[in-house]
């Protein structure tokens, strides 16, 4: 837009934005309100993306966004009006990072000493962990509180494939790198079970940590009342677990007799309306880039509510428009992927590099930046936050192929390959690798991992060696990162925020523009969608690791998919 142009939507545009600030206030002094209503629901993402058509047909509403849920909750911990906030919880699909960010949100909201009430049907470990920053938790009589511990399930496809001719020729470089095995083994590795009971036992300690803190027990007792679940409603009410059993008519009706006004605001009609509650001043604007999914080269695919992979070549002219554009004075990098393509995670950490160059960058991980999630954070001078429960690290790599050479003799096909050079047939799948090919796999992961390594060890300001110590394919919880020295503190997008406006010189609650750099749609829908959308997820996640990831002959990928319900 022209500077000219930019004047005259200032002139024209400014008697307008007054009428309508004055409308808002009337609206507010004459009308009032005490209460604000939310409803939490589905993914949470960072923001909203166009949805794809599939999305859009299902009838299914998109849940808040959490910039949404982070700005109304800042204002309304200030909000002098407002004196309960009443939160219905819907099904969540979020980790526990992101669940805990909200409940951290909420807790916030609730130590100004407003009446914050969580009511929820069936409250599974995420939703709880929201739940656990509210004043009060409710549950339906019909309702249940299904928070038993922490557990992790690992598949290992080996015999699946022996039955059907397959053979995985798969190598990788890093000990604890256990995402060959789920193709190339038939059992756990010792060092895969140590990685992984210690991953669990860290998310267990924290959960019964957040128990104890919010429901005001000792970490012994919350582990006996765990061992007693899955619950029903009294029983979680009887363990001191929740704080009501009430239906949510019920609950509403006796919300109304202890507010003043009760005349509840939806989140979008608050937003509009608390716009006098934010500092005044004109705000800095910062762009958010965000790594999610998958990560691939070539273009994103966007999926239902953010991207479901990223594209390398999409994000390097991303970041090179916000690199060039005078008006982005900062960058948050929000991460939230399990990696992919080798290749395209080193193109994205190369346009991050010499976007730092121009514009201060803040790492800000979300439920999982690992293995080429982690890479592209790891740039020299750069703080990454994490929450305590992120799923990080895993900073190794692997590679081979699958051969289907007895399938085929099962089914009565013959492929023939006629070729030219010695490693001309390297990646057919018509015949398993040879001893020299091997060795060229293997000198090839050792080139990967070396590269991995300098690359983080750079970023990390340490030596190769010290982050050998702690790499290897490791995978670590955001707790464990901060003391091994993989992340820089703990926080969510909120402090990551607060992170951009000290490095800006900017007062702590100094207004901000958050803006996107990934170009709008004309549409409002995305009139397309890939089959691994149709497919549940156990179906679904490999068919999608297929369409975005073929072709890519080293990956630094999570060795396994976290889910919690």
Do not use: C
């Not at 990696?339 to 999982?368: E, F, H, N, Y």
Request: charged share 25%; net charge positive.
């Amino acid at each position: 837009m022209s500077h000219r142009m930019r004047l005259l939507l200032l002139i024209f545009g400014s008697p307008i934005r007054a009428l309508v600030w004055l409308f808002r206030r009337a609206y507010v002094a004459f009308r009032g309100y005490g209460a604000l209503k939310l409803r939490i629901e589905g993914g949470v993402p960072d923001r909203h993306s166009s949805p794809s058509l599939l999305g859009a047909l299902s009838g299914d509403a998109p849940g808040p966004s959490l910039l949404d849920l982070l700005a109304a909750f800042d204002r309304a911990a200030g909000d002098p009006r407002l004196q309960t906030v009443f939160i219905e919880l819907g099904p969540l699909q979020v980790g526990l990072a992101r669940a805990g960010e909200l409940g951290a949100a909420i807790a916030r909201v609730r130590d100004t000493g407003k009446r914050i009430v969580v009511y929820m049907e069936e409250g599974g470990l995420a939703a709880y962990l929201v739940a656990l920053g509210a004043s009060e938790i409710v549950l339906p009589p019909s309702g249940s509180l299904n928070v038993m511990g922490v557990a992790s399930e690992v598949v290992l496809l080996k015999g699946l494939l022996d039955r059907v001719g397959l053979r995985a020729w798969m190598r990788a470089r890093g000990k604890y790198k256990s995402a060959r095995e789920t193709l190339a083994e038939s059992e756990m590795s010792p060092a895969s079970r140590e990685m992984t009971t210690a991953l669990v036992g860290d998310l267990y300690e924290q959960l019964v940590d957040a128990i104890a803190g919010a429901r005001k027990l000792e970490p012994a007792t919350v582990r006996e009342r765990l061992d007693a679940g899955p619950f029903m409603a009294k029983e979680a009410l009887a363990l001191g677990l929740v704080d009501r059993v009430d239906y949510p008519e019920d609950l509403e009706e006796s919300l109304k007799k202890s507010v003043n006004k009760w005349r509840p605001l939806r989140l979008s009609q608050y937003l509009r309306l608390s716009t006098h509650l934010a500092k005044r001043g004109r705000p800095t604007v910062v762009a958010l880039v965000e790594v999610t999914g998958t990560i691939k080269s070539g273009n994103s695919v966007p999926g239902r509510d953010r991207a479901r992979a990223t594209g390398s070549r999409r994000f390097v002219k991303e970041m090179k428009a916000v690199a060039d554009n005078p008006r982005v004075k900062a960058i948050v990098l929000r991460v939230d992927s399990p990696g992919g393509s080798a290749l395209a995670s080193d193109l994205m950490w190369r346009a991050l590099s010499k976007a730092q160059v121009t514009k201060p960058i803040v790492v800000s991980m979300a439920d999982v930046a690992a293995s080429g999630g982690y890479y592209v954070a790891g740039i020299r001078g750069v703080s990454i936050l994490a929450s305590p429960s992120t799923i990080t690290g895993s900073i190794g790599v692997l590679s081979g192929k699958i051969e289907a050479s007895r399938l085929y003799e099962m089914l009565g096909v013959k492929k023939e390959l006629i070729a030219r050079g010695k490693r001309a047939g390297f990646f057919s799948e018509a015949r398993g690798f040879s001893d020299d090919d091997l060795a060229k796999l293997e000198s090839d992961l050792d080139a990967h991992y070396a590269l991995f390594l300098s690359r983080m060890a750079e970023g990390r300001g340490k030596t190769t060696e010290e982050i050998h110590a702690v790499a290897q394919g490791r995978v670590w919880t955001g707790r464990q990162a901060l003391a091994n020295g993989l992340v820089d503190a703990h926080g969510g997008l909120y402090e990551a925020l607060g992170k951009v406006r000290s490095l800006l010189g900017l007062d702590e609650k100094a207004p901000l523009s958050i803006v996107s750099p990934a170009p709008r749609r004309r549409f409002p829908v995305r009139l397309a969608w890939g089959a691994s959308e149709l497919l549940p997820g156990v179906l679904g996640r490999p068919l999608e690791l297929a369409e975005h990831l073929s072709g890519e002959h080293t990956l630094a990928l999570l060795p396994f998919e976290l889910t919690f319900e």
